[in-house]
T-cell receptor
Framework: GAVVSQHPSRVICKSGTSVKIECRSLDFQATTMFWYRQFPKKSLMLMAT?????????EQGVEKDKFLINHASLTLSTLTVTSAHPEDSSFYIC?????????????FGQGTRLTVV | AQTVTQSQPEMSVQEAETVTLSCTYD???????LFWYKQPPSRQMILVIR??????QNATENRFSVNFQKAAKSFSLKISDSQLGDTAMYFCAFMKGGTGTASKLTFGTGTRLQVTL
């Protein structure tokens, strides 16, 4: 099946610094990718929809200036957590679908565990 | 807006037995898809089964099958011959149809399934 690679899998950063998370579709093109956040033992909450070549669409309550999304190519979307604080510590997951098919399956990255100290 | 409800936070089943996980949803859409995803301890999201709303026949994938009741907006997952490897968090998800790869998933709160010896 299709593969979505997310990097890094774990990151620890100091409060006030920025962290970039990459999401790559390895064997398919994705005009749209999705970024989710998951708290411990909780569900996945959609943060934003990343659109190739245009601005991301953020869900209500998500600060666009804090969670910067860039989708510069058909295979790469990045999420940058700016000026990170401990409350940003969470598990972040991306997903993508193959743009060339009508297959509805979404493929997920392995996730990134962010810890802000 | 769509909502997905999973009323069972935790379930337990003995190996080789059958278990059913419940899911209900609310939507005014007529064209949509429903999914069950599995999230094992590795936290990688894995698609278990998919159902198109326009199909009356219940989807099956080996030991996994669904009971899709469109009028009741119910979408339960039955796992037959449970195996230890089925131990995971299971999420029910909804996706509106007709918008291609830009369609986002709405997840339920999840059911933690423990398969015991």
């Amino acid at each position: 099946g299709a593969v979505v690679s997310q990097h890094p899998s774990r990151v620890i950063c100091k409060s006030g610094t920025s962290v970039k998370i990459e999401c790559r579709s390895l064997d398919f093109q994705a005009t749209t990718m999705f970024w989710y956040r998951q708290f411990p033992k909780k569900s996945l909450m959609l943060m934003a929809t990343s659109n190739e070549g245009s601005k991301a669409t953020y869900e209500q309550g998500v600060e666009k200036d804090k969670f910067l999304i860039n989708h510069a190519s058909l295979t790469l979307s990045t999420l940058t957590v700016t000026s990170a604080h401990p409350e940003d510590s969470s598990f972040y997951i991306c997903s993508a679908r193959d743009s060339r098919t009508v297959n509805t399956e979404a493929f997920f990255g392995q996730g990134t565990r962010l810890t802000v100290v | 807006a769509q909502t997905v409800t999973q009323s069972q936070p935790e379930m337990s089943v003995q190996e080789a037995e059958t278990v059913t996980l419940s899911c209900t949803y609310d939507t005014s859409e007529n064209n949509y898809y429903l999914f069950w995803y599995k999230q094992p301890p590795s936290r990688q999201m894995i698609l278990v089964i998919r159902q198109e709303a326009y199909k009356q026949q219940n989807a099956t994938e080996n030991r996994f099958s669904v009971n899709f009741q469109k009028a009741a907006k119910s979408f339960s997952l039955k796992i037959s011959d449970s195996q230890l490897g089925d131990t995971a968090m299971y999420f029910c998800a909804f996706m509106k149809g007709g918008t291609g790869t830009a369609s986002k998933l709405t997840f339920g709160t999840g059911t933690r399934l423990q398969v015991t010896l």
